[in-house]
């Protein structure tokens, strides 16, 4: 399996790869700061109900967003594999993949993923 074939325009499985690892250390190092800020705004618990749900909302998203990028990423290896052995019955979507890759574009042509 070849992780410089182009997947689509510009992107190659080894970067769709690099893009979900460097989104994993970017999230974690954002989360860590947010979090850092966050404490030291909250005095008393009132704000904190209001703090908290806006980070859990975040980290939702992002969750999702990688969820997404981690599913085409196992297509895709999936359809390098079926090329590599000349098969294309090898390379076929299960309902629940096509559900999961159908909801992931609504999430992202709605805008709700970072």
């Known amino acids: 399996m070849n992780l410089d ?5 510009g992107k190659s499985f080894s970067s769709l790869l ?5 989104n994993q250390v970017s999230k974690e190092k954002i989360i860590k700061d947010c979090v850092i ?3 030291d705004m909250i005095t008393d618990p009132s704000e904190a109900t ?4 806006l980070l859990k909302e975040y980290l939702e998203v992002a969750v999702k967003n990688d969820e997404s990028l ?4 196992g297509i895709v290896q999936r359809a390098m594999a079926a090329s590599a052995a000349n098969s294309e019955d090898d390379f076929k979507l299960s309902d629940k993949e096509l559900q999961g890759l159908y909801s992931a ?6 805008g709700t993923i970072v």
């Open 70 to 73: 981690i599913k085409m990423a």
């Open 37 to 39: 800020q966050l404490k």
């Open 5 to 9: 074939t182009v997947i689509f325009k």
């Open 105 to 110: 574009v609504q999430t992202i042509g709605k």
């Open 50 to 53: 209001l703090l908290v749900p």
């Open 18 to 22: 690099e893009d979900i690892y460097k």
